[in-house]
């Protein structure tokens, strides 16, 4: 199995990275970023990490209350953003697109306001 890999931009502890799977095996890019020392934000799995993103943890001048903050995110941060490939007919490529869920777009919003790294601006 192959994956490419690439760094968006860090923020912080987080990273924003590409996966490109060459190959199409089950849980490929999770455990392709372990055998490199990197996990995914809530992967219980390949990391052991269920630790959510708190804004609170990486907004300097942030007042909430932490009783009462709710995560940014709190799943697995894995998303099939875009998916392309040829026609089986025509051979004309293609693109699909899904944008962000809920929560990893108001993380994406957080992160690009506090470290002016934005992944859907390459």
Request: net charge positive; proline share 7%; glycine share 6%.
């Amino acid at each position: 199995a192959v994956t490419d890999f690439k760094n968006l931009g860090n923020c912080g502890l987080y990273s924003w990275i590409e996966a490109r799977p060459k190959t199409g095996r089950t849980h490929q890019i999770r455990a392709h970023l372990q055998s490199l020392g990197i996990s995914i934000v809530c992967d219980p799995l390949y990391s052991g990490n269920q630790h959510p993103v708190l804004l609170s943890e990486i907004k300097k001048r942030w007042n909430g209350s932490q009783a009462e903050e709710r995560p940014l995110l709190s799943r697995l941060a894995l998303h099939a953003y875009s998916l392309s490939l040829k026609h089986p007919v025509t051979e004309e490529e293609m693109t699909f697109v899904a944008p962000y869920p809920k929560d990893m777009e108001a993380t994406r919003k957080q992160f690009s306001s506090i470290f002016g790294i934005d992944p859907l601006k390459k």
